[in-house]
């Protein structure tokens, strides 16, 4: 098979469609390439849609957090302690083994023992709960006299948060949460070795990356490629988000405004 | 167990339960948190030292090694750590067969990759195909040791290097003026002052640590996670004398509760080593210390 017919064959692989079968005997590095990067469109699907939605709930955790009403602080409390002081492997499993024992109450559960809805619910809490945190910390660190010129100008509750806190809440947050969604990428690579089962061997990246290194005993060919595609993976995340912290911080001069800055320290 | 377990099929409730989770297999349950715990002992200071190493390479004058410590310190970027483990398993298991096999089979002409496998003569497998059980056991967690090592390395290098540059220039420069040599100043100047900027990092890096410990079981060690997998499925009647459905959500809530409470106890203690460690320190946490004091 040339490059190009494998391409046709197995770049949609990770989702049904193309050829059944994998390839097998001698692997060419155009199939480690193509079946890889095949796999990644799982990785980015989980990424970006837990990010996206997670966004909302992290917000709404992270004003909860805040309230002085504990009838709101303490389930963002619990909510963000349970799911920050666990490790999100054992949060695959327990969720996979919950989901399972619900689908015999009922076949309403049926897609949730699939990953693609199962293991994206609890990234999407996984997300939440550690961007919650981060904006929660954002929060604490608004400027006293931001608050008190909206005071100053008569805006309260909703209009006073709309404009004023919200905003300055996502500035000051946005550099650590840049990080936060290169990790949640990386994170989603757990999906496939944690009891969510590969379908018809539809998994993301890493699934493939070890499937060729389990058939070749090489490890040097697949997770190096694997390694290329999530740096590329990572500097577009880092390109988008970029344009977003400029655009939040169009309004201030450039020495005042908060730079990313890399902490690579999260595996969860 | 106990004397009363003899006969399970007659027991309910309590003693049932207390039959139950004495049995031989949960017993390994309950060694294999030892496991974890060894890895952890283990790997906390071989990773620290691995970063310190790395960290002050990554500051030397010498540009080889300069490489080598940054190139280290960076292997851990924009890629994720899991594919690290999985990767330095088998790539490390290979380099020690295939040096053994340059020591022992010199006169192997035979290539060591035929196609899509990895051969060595056997003299040189690792471990000896001969050798007992506990051998293959050790060498898997060994492997799982120096793995985690490896990585947490490269995060500990980060953090080091970072607080190694935090250090106020000016206290290299009065240990230069005091005509302290290069090697004087890092051992007695940076050294000692270093900790106190590193410890935030580095507590963050031991929860790290200690969150991706079930990431043992994709290196093939006999964790908890492997043993809370193997005795929550279905037991039918046949195969054992306790009988149940499948419990796969209990043992992996008691796993969750597990790593929750470990994760608070460590954040209470790291808080109180850092409250010990700025008290009189030229930061602003310190500076906080005096006022409340005050």
């Not at chain 1, 079968?21 to 990644?40: A, D, K, M, Q, V």
């Not at chain 2, 060595?120 to 195909?129: F, M």
């Not at chain 2, 969150?211 to 043992?216: A, N």
Request: glycine share 6%; aromatic share 18%.
């Amino acid at each position: 098979m040339s490059c190009v017919e494998t391409i046709q064959a197995y770049a949609l692989r990770s989702l049904g469609f193309g050829e059944r079968l994998l390839p097998r005997g001698e692997y060419t590095l155009c199939e480690h390439f193509t079946l890889i990067g095949s796999g990644l469109i799982w990785n980015v699907y989980f990424g970006a849609l837990a990010l996206m939605t997670g966004f909302f709930l992290a917000v709404a955790l992270a004003v909860g957090k805040s309230s002085t009403n504990p009838l709101w602080r303490k389930p963002a409390e619990w909510f963000i302690f349970v799911f920050r002081g666990s490790p999100l492997f054992i949060q695959f499993f327990f969720a996979y083994a919950c989901f399972l024992s619900l689908k015999g109450v009922s076949s309403f559960f049926d897609p949730f023992t699939s990953a693609w809805l199962g293991a994206l619910i609890v990234l999407f809490c996984n997300t939440a709960a550690y961007s919650g945190e981060i904006f929660y910390g954002a929060l604490l660190s608004i400027p006293k006299g931001d608050i008190e010129a909206a005071d100053a100008y008569g805006m309260t509750g909703w209009n006073r948060f709309r404009r004023i806190t919200f905003p300055t809440m996502l500035r000051l947050a946005w550099p650590a949460y840049t990080n936060e969604a290169i990790f949640l990428f990386h994170a989603t690579t757990l999906v496939f070795f944690s009891g969510f089962p590969a379908w018809r061997q539809q998994g993301d990246a890493l699934y493939y990356a070890s499937y060729f290194a389990d058939k070749t005993f090489n490890p040097f060919v697949p997770y190096p490629i694997l390694a290329f595609y999530f740096i590329l993976l990572t500097l577009v995340i880092i390109s988008l988000f970029g344009f977003v912290n400029r655009r939040l911080n169009r309004h201030l001069p450039q020495e005042r405004r908060k730079k990313f800055r890399w902490r690579p320290n999260l595996i969860r | 167990m106990f004397s009363y377990c003899t006969d399970p099929s007659t027991l309910e409730g309590l003693s049932w339960l207390s039959c139950y989770l004495t049995t031989g297999k949960h017993v390994n349950l309950y060694i294999s948190v030892f496991v974890v715990l060894a890895l952890l002992a283990i790997t906390a200071p071989v990773a620290l030292l691995f970063g310190f190493g790395a960290a002050s390479a990554a500051r030397s004058k010498f540009l080889p090694l300069r490489w080598f410590g940054k190139g280290y310190t960076s292997i851990v970027r924009g890629v994720p750590d899991i594919a690290f483990f999985l990767f330095f398993v088998i790539a490390l298991d290979q380099a020690f067969e295939w040096m053994r096999h340059k020591v022992k089979c010199p006169d192997w002409d035979q290539p060591i990759r035929q196609g899509i496998d990895f051969v060595v003569c056997d003299v040189a497998k690792l471990p000896l195909s001969t050798s007992p059980q506990w051998v293959h056991e050790t060498y898997g967690f060994f492997l799982a040791v120096l793995t985690f090592s490896i990585v947490f390395g490269a995060f500990a290098a980060n953090v080091l290097y970072g607080a190694m540059r935090a250090v106020p220039r000016a206290q290299i420069e009065t240990a230069e003026a005091y005509g302290m040599t290069h090697r004087q100043a890092f051992w007695r100047i940076l050294v000692p002052q270093m900790w106190v900027y590193a410890l935030p990092g580095l507590s963050n890096l031991w929860m790290v640590l200690i969150k991706s410990t079930p990431l043992l079981f994709l290196l093939g060690v006999e964790d908890i996670v492997y043993w809370a997998r193997e005795l929550g499925g279905t037991k039918t009647a046949r195969f054992t004398d306790y009988p149940h459905p499948n419990w796969h959500v209990w043992y992996f809530a008691a796993l969750l509760v597990f790593y929750l409470c470990f994760t608070k106890v460590s954040e209470v203690v790291l808080d109180r080593v850092m409250k010990r460690l700025t008290k009189g320190q030229a930061t602003a946490g310190g500076e906080a210390q005096r006022k409340a004091a005050a």
